[in-house]
């Protein structure tokens, strides 16, 4: 069982990125996807959820009206669509399998990072002019 986010890179305050999370050995529609964020010296704070129980999704208000979560069940594959990136966006950027539905496991506006039995790599974001 495996995850591997991918599409992070430099890019200039106000563009756009596409990451990705890529399961191999099961099936990601069959559970919750979560994206968290680490900045250098700073707590991982997850950022938005993609639910299997009703198929919403959540985003955290730091985020909200900038970035899309989203499927691709053919391609068993979940997507965060970022937009309007801001230089506080910068961070490695984690995906990963666990309880995101459960509201026990937010604290404020975040995700937090526990709970969480698989992870991908991380892929860096670097928004800077």
């Known amino acids: 069982v495996q995850l591997q986010a991918s599409g992070g890179g430099l890019v200039q305050p106000g563009s756009s990125l596409r990451l990705s999370c890529t399961a191999s050995g099961f099936t990601l529609d069959d559970y919750n996807i979560a994206w968290f964020r680490q900045a250098p010296g700073k707590e991982r704070e997850g950022v938005s959820c993609a639910r299997k129980s009703d198929g919403s999704a959540y985003l955290a208000d730091s985020v909200k009206g900038r970035f899309a979560i989203s499927r691709d069940n053919a391609k068993n594959t979940v997507y965060l669509q970022m937009g309007s990136l801001k230089p506080e966006d910068s961070a490695v950027y984690y995906c990963?399998?666990?309880?995101?539905?459960?509201?026990?496991?937010?604290?404020?506006?975040?995700?937090?990072?526990?709970?969480?039995?698989?992870w991908g790599q991380g892929t860096q974001v670097t928004v800077s002019s």
């Open positions: 990963a399998e666990g309880p995101c539905s459960d509201d026990a496991y937010y604290s404020g506006d975040y995700i937090l990072p526990y709970g969480y039995d698989y």
